[in-house]
């Protein structure tokens, strides 16, 4: 009885502490806001932040709080990059990959991963997706405690873990039978496999599941990108229909026809860089309200290697991938950003050069910025956190110089990161 006493004071003395525990507030200001709805561009800027919270936009300053004046800057809602390896440190060639997981422990991979976290989160990417961790097996999910928990900084960090292909799908590779190693993937043949292989992911704190719905890439001789599915109809629906069971959704990679059919027809919620999306497929993702994720990045940073190391189809698949996103566009497929930030190594360039290829190939300004607030979002289902700047949204805010829809490589000079209403970096 004496302990409940005790534990029934405690509880009281916390409560009240809590409540008076003053709240932290900040109000940011700067020449522009972008929201991430589309509307039109606030001018001048003013945000109060109390806590973690937005509290509210374009009022007066509240006495008492702090001001952080930006000057001719534009406050954006804090980036999302859904398509991230941080687990990876770039693999333009097979020798590239093999190096990291058989020379690198999980422990110095980690390490190595810190510091990619780093980078995204200084370059204003406040929330990633990782959608697998290249055969470090559940070292995401560790990642992610470690920046909950407040061991490390980096992002908010969405995991989908192991990922899943079918023996022979994925590398390393060309090795003798005689050796055993460690596989980039989870390895899942048949469709009792992939519902326990969706199964034991979930339950080692998989977020997302993500599957390789196809590989080895050709040009067929009607002139279209051509690949081999990886998992039959069968094992494909099992994934899907376990996943969305258990409530998690589900991310292919899928480059052509075959391996964006298999995996649109058994449900995916996103694919994954799709190159070459033939015209019906692009119809039959926005009637499902499939997400696109393109990584048009990593197509245009990685090709010329791959091309030089051998992979001649590497020449052509640019071409497809920009045909392929400007027709995405154009029908209406949701697109949500994405880099592949990993598959190319996190210091070599700034992710945010995506914001440059999505106007490129045929996007406003306006639009690319929203692929990395509100429709990553919404592809997340955080859509009710962040993604947008709005009274009662986590404090998710960044900020580039001038004006990006003037000049849409200012998002790579972001200068001001609020992650959760503490500040990263500031100029
Ligand atoms: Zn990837």
């Not at 010329?304 to 497809?320: M, T």
């Not at 190594?345 to 440059?356: P, Q, T």
């Not at 404090?395 to 829809?405: C, K, M, N, Q, T």
Request: proline share 4%; glycine share 10%; aromatic share 6%.
């Amino acid at each position: 009885m004496r302990q409940l006493i005790a534990a029934l004071f405690l509880l009281f003395a916390s409560s009240l502490f809590a409540a008076d525990a003053p709240q932290q507030l900040v109000t940011i200001r700067a020449a522009r806001l972008i929201d991430g709805r589309g509307g039109k561009v606030v001018s001048p800027a003013v945000i109060v932040v109390r806590g973690n919270k937005i509290e509210s936009i374009g009022g007066a300053v509240p006495t008492g709080a702090q001001v952080i004046d930006l000057g001719d800057m534009t406050l954006l809602p804090g980036l999302i990059d859904a398509h991230v390896h941080t687990l990876l440190q770039g693999d333009i060639t097979s020798d590239d990959y093999d190096v990291q997981l058989f020379k690198e422990s999980l422990a110095y991979r980690a390490l190595r991963a810190t510091k990619a976290l780093k980078i995204a989160l200084n370059h204003g990417f406040t929330t990633v997706r990782d959608v697998e961790t290249e055969g470090a097996m559940y070292t995401d999910v560790d990642l992610k405690r470690a920046i909950n928990n407040g061991v490390i900084d980096g992002p908010r960090m969405v995991v989908s873990t192991r990922a899943m292909s079918v023996t022979g799908g994925y590398g390393p590779s060309g090795y003798s039978p005689e050796v055993t190693f460690p596989m980039g993937v989870q390895i899942v043949d048949g469709a009792d496999a992939a519902r326990k292989a969706v199964r034991e992911q979930i339950a080692h704190g998989a977020d997302w599941i993500k599957v390789y719905a196809d590989r080895s890439y050709f040009v067929a001789k009607d002139g279209t990108l051509s690949s081999t599915p990886t998992f039959t109809a069968e094992e494909m629906k099992a994934i899907v229909e376990e996943a969305h069971r258990l409530r998690h959704k589900v991310a292919a990679h899928a480059m052509a026809r075959p391996g964006i059919e298999n995996a649109i027809n058994a449900g995916v919620d996103s694919i994954e860089h799709g190159i070459a999306i033939p015209d019906d497929l692009l119809d039959v993702m926005v009637a499902h309200g499939t997400y696109l994720c393109p990584t048009l990045t990593v197509t245009e940073f990685v090709a010329p290697g791959r091309v030089a190391a051998g992979g001649a189809i590497w020449g052509k698949i640019p071409a497809f991938h920009h045909d392929s996103f400007a027709r995405a566009l154009k029908r209406g497929v949701k697109i949500a950003f994405g880099t592949d930030a990993g598959g190319f190594a996190w210091d070599a360039i700034n992710e945010a050069r995506e914001f440059g290829y999505e106007v490129q190939f045929g996007m406003t300004p306006m639009q690319a910025i929203q692929t990395a607030t509100r429709n990553a979002a919404e592809m997340l289902d955080m859509s009710d956190r962040i993604g947008t700047i709005e009274t009662g949204k986590l404090a998710d805010i960044v900020a580039v110089p001038g004006d990006p829809l003037a000049d849409i490589t200012a998002m790579e000079r972001v200068a001001f990161v609020m992650k959760d209403g503490a500040v990263y970096k500031r100029p």
